[in-house]
């Protein structure tokens, strides 16, 4: 098991990225954007002056968060900007040994309702992109957020049945902020614990988020287990099955990647994110605390 993050809500630069995860005492870093460029959009020699602070800090990327199929791209336009970006992308990650990336399954069409979203040409794309990079022996995990599977449990469970060999990144938050399309009109918000139940034999790594919907019904994040995303019952639940993978935090309390209108100093950024992952593992002590306990109390 190990921690690492979006590292980009510590700093804008890779230098501020680094210094935030060597505070840490971590090695690894989840690399999204890099002075607001994703890090399969930016320049050769931009990519090339990254590789060389990464290796001089000894800290690795232990996964590209792409933007690949996100909730930015549409399922009505063209396929040609996500093959773009995962060509891109391959290439990168193997020059910095990255084996996982994040992808998602196209935006969801607000105009229509949950069973007229396309499913099938979704499954088409998924498809093809996850032997894109199966071929590579690297790993493609689905993120449940603003796309077809995080429409709710059942939608991802239908896009594993359908892309053969797909695997997820689970965040723990999102079902917060996110509707339930698969119960009936008016949609209730989505049960992280719910959610999570119900696909954690496919989850291949962890996105750790919290929060809740606030009295204006606006998102408002919050450190990890002050939410409702269920953050210590899943992660617990995680430990006791096993699992060795691991857990990347995305405060969004600093600086909200999906907002641009919301900023923040870079020593406010640093701060949060630092406290963050501190509190991040202090909840995992907790919960290994807890498992020895009773492992000791057995006869």
Request: charged share 30%; with cysteine.
């Amino acid at each position: 098991m190990y921690l690492t993050g979006f590292a980009d809500e510590a700093a804008a630069d890779i230098e501020g990225q680094i210094r935030a995860t060597k505070e840490l005492g971590w090695s690894r870093i989840e690399s999204r954007n890099i002075n607001g460029r994703n890090i399969h959009d930016i320049s050769d020699a931009e990519f090339d002056a990254v590789c060389a602070a990464l290796d001089r800090a000894g800290v690795s990327v232990n996964c590209f968060g792409s933007a690949i199929a996100n909730w930015g791209k549409s399922i009505l336009e063209p396929f040609d900007s996500s093959l773009a970006e995962a060509r891109r992308a391959i290439p990168r990650m193997k020059r910095l040994g990255t084996v996982l990336i994040r992808i998602m399954s196209f935006a969801v069409l607000k105009d229509r309702g949950p069973e007229d979203q396309m499913a099938e040409e979704r499954f088409r794309r998924l498809r093809e992109l996850q032997k894109m990079f199966s071929d590579e022996g690297l790993i493609p995990v689905h993120e449940n957020c603003m796309n077809y599977g995080g429409m709710g449990w059942r939608y991802t469970l239908r896009l594993l049945e359908n892309v053969p060999g797909l695997r997820l990144v689970f965040d723990t938050g999102n079902p917060v902020f996110s509707e339930d399309r698969s119960k009936k009109p008016p949609y209730p918000m989505q049960s992280s614990w719910e959610f999570y139940s119900h696909v954690r034999d496919f989850v291949e790594y962890v996105h750790i988020k919290d929060g809740r919907i606030g009295p204006d019904g606006k998102a408002v994040f919050s450190f990890p287990g002050e939410g409702d995303g269920d953050v210590e019952r899943i992660v617990e639940d995680l430990l006791r099955r096993g699992y060795d993978g691991g857990f990347s935090i995305e405060p969004h309390l600093a600086v909200v990647h999906h907002d641009p209108s919301v900023t923040s100093k870079a020593e406010i950024m640093h701060r949060n994110y630092v406290e963050y992952g501190r509190r991040m593992e202090a909840m995992i002590q907790r919960i290994r605390r807890r498992i020895e306990s009773e492992a000791c109390r057995t006869p």
